[in-house]
């Protein structure tokens, strides 16, 4: 052991928290980790760059531009994330080898490569997204509740079929599949109907949630969002359809911090769904103004998220994963730096006596609560971070790999 993390260990131990104990708890929260980021949402089926109120910005070199890129990618930037890894994969992320099929008939062999490396990259498990953009299929701007009942069939089929996949990965691995549902539906300009959609929508998941899934290997989660580009005045997967058939229909809702309006947050709204739902899915990201996908920092927000998750025991309910995509940077420096964000603001977490504090707090001495949440900020956190890295045969510097990497990788890549 470092001097220095003996040093953060007698001091935490002031505060009756054991620095051991919290490394030892964070070698254990999986962060699903998305394989968008490296290829810019771009996927495999050949559906093309991001569309549907998402955007990609930034023309860095080096974009995996194939299977194989985007494994090398992810291999190299996966050996440099501490701790329990899963791998968030995108339907457009099918390996389909020249087959002519479309997404409503994907199948499990379609991910079976992606299960042989996961495997081999010794992952917890798989989680999936239906992709309901980037395909001919979005008809003006809707899927899941347009209009065309031909469109909608297609949508709903290609739901069913991931949840088919979703139950493979879960076998595979042993470890329920979680399945994100977000759709970009929506209207840039003040519509004449605002319920309909949603009726439509609501008719849809029915359908969806109707063909008879395994709910052991098998967590269904839907993705509300306040607006995407393009569709600014009116999304038809808002926050309280969503919440509200989640509840009435037992199945999960996802938080993307990306979504709300920037005086809501998502730290908030983690606790007001534990008391009602046994699981909550989360999509952590960073919204910079308009954009809801910048590159996870160790900001104030996060460190209150990964808060409400440690001293709400909640760490098996909360499913952790990673929503965002940089192509102005190299590509796996997004990753790396996301991923030990995340992991930065849990160990955070997890170096607090919480149960001292909301002592405090229920004796109403606000004083004392102010003054000690400052103390825990000057703690040295750093050198308990450093040694939790050591423990995973990590180096806090990971820049000149990752240069070392785009020098002989990524730059040759035209
Ligand atoms: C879009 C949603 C959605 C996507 C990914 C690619 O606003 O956040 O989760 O980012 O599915
Ligand atoms: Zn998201």
């Avoid at 890295?389 to 990497?405: D, G, M, P, T, V």
């Amino acid at each position: 052991m470092s001097e220095g993390y003996l040093i953060a260990k007698k001091l935490y131990a002031e505060y009756g928290v054991d620095t051991d104990a919290a490394i030892a708890k964070l070698r254990d929260i999986p962060v699903s980790i998305h394989c968008w980021q490296g290829d810019d949402v771009v996927g495999l089926d050949g559906g093309g760059a991001a569309s549907g109120g998402i955007q990609t910005t930034g023309n860095y070199p080096g974009r995996a531009r194939n299977f194989e890129e985007l494994k090398a990618d992810i291999k190299k930037a996966f050996s440099l994330m501490p701790g329990k890894k899963r791998l968030n994969l995108h339907a457009s992320y099918a390996v389909l080898d020249g087959e002519r099929v479309d997404r409503d008939k994907y199948l499990p062999k379609h991910f079976e490569p992606w299960v042989k490396f996961a495997k081999e990259l010794g992952l917890q498990g798989v989680d999936f997204n239906p992709t309901m953009f980037s395909h001919k299929n979005v008809k003006d701007g809707l899927t899941l509740s347009s209009p065309d009942e031909n469109i909608r069939k297609f949508w709903i089929d290609h739901c069913i079929s991931c949840l088919r996949i979703a139950e493979y990965f879960a076998d595979e691995f042993k470890s329920a599949c979680l399945v994100n549902i977000w759709i970009p539906d929506g209207f840039k300009d003040v519509p004449a109907d605002r319920l309909t959609p949603r009726l439509r929508l609501k008719d849809s998941l029915d359908k969806i949630l109707a063909c008879g899934y395994d709910k052991s290997k098998v967590t269904v989660a839907v993705e509300s969002k306040v607006f995407g580009i393009g569709v600014e005045s009116y999304t038809v997967g808002s926050n309280e359809f969503y919440q509200n058939y989640a509840a009435k229909n037992d199945i999960c809702c996802l938080l993307d911090n990306g979504h709300y309006h920037p005086l809501e947050f998502v730290s908030d709204k983690i606790p007001a769904l534990l008391a009602f739902y046994d699981k909550v899915a989360l999509h952590v990201t960073r919204g910079v103004r308009w954009d809801s996908d910048h590159v996870v920092l160790l900001e104030d927000e996060l460190k209150e998220i990964a808060k409400e998750i440690v001293r709400n025991d909640a760490v098996e309910k909360v499913k952790i994963g990673l929503d965002y995509f940089d192509a102005s940077i190299n590509r796996l420096s997004a990753w790396v730096t996301g991923q030990r964000a995340m992991q930065k603001a849990l160990l955070y977490a997890l170096l607090i006596n919480h149960k001292e504090l909301k002592r405090v707090q229920d004796m109403a001495d606000f004083t004392a609560l102010m003054v000690k949440q400052e103390e825990y900020k000057a703690l040295p956190f750093g050198m308990v971070w450093r040694e939790y890295l050591k423990s995973e045969n990590l180096a806090e510097e990971y820049l000149a790999e990752i240069r070392n990497y785009e020098n002989i990788i990524l730059k040759e890549r035209k």
